[in-house]
């Protein structure tokens, strides 16, 4: 069985900053990618920023250079900072890992963090 499980979420005024934190646990082999995605009320879900085993990143347009993705292979955990936070970066933000249990290779979803910008 795969966890990830989310932290750093809550309410924070515009033009501030959050930091968002997912750790994998379970019988995990290999962690490939990992994403935060987000879905805000009446809208779909859509990618935020996703980075590779080997570091390669990859962001949103709508959050570039305000946001930025890492992990540490060591935690099997990802981050996600958030600078200069807006009004519509408000949401239920969800960790993604594309994974390998060995033979089987599946994606996984956390449970979801809310994240609230608001004066």
């Known amino acids: 069985q795969v966890q990830l499980v989310e932290s750093g979420g809550g309410l924070v005024q515009p033009g501030g900053s959050l930091r968002l934190s997912c750790a994998a646990s379970?019988?995990?082999?290999?962690?490939?990618?990992m994403a935060w995605y987000r879905q805000a009320p009446g809208k779909q879900r859509e990618l935020v920023a996703a980075?590779?085993?080997?570091?390669?990143?990859n962001y949103t347009d709508s959050v570039k250079g305000r946001f930025t993705i890492s992990r540490d292979n060591a935690k099997n955990t990802v981050y996600l900072e958030m600078n200069s936070l807006k009004l519509e970066d408000t949401a239920v933000y969800y960790c993604n890992a594309d994974l390998s249990l060995g033979r089987l290779r599946a994606e996984y979803w956390g449970q979801g963090t809310q994240v609230t910008v608001s004066s």
């Open positions: 379970g019988s995990i082999f290999s962690i490939y990618a």
């Open positions: 980075i590779t085993a080997g570091g390669s990143t």
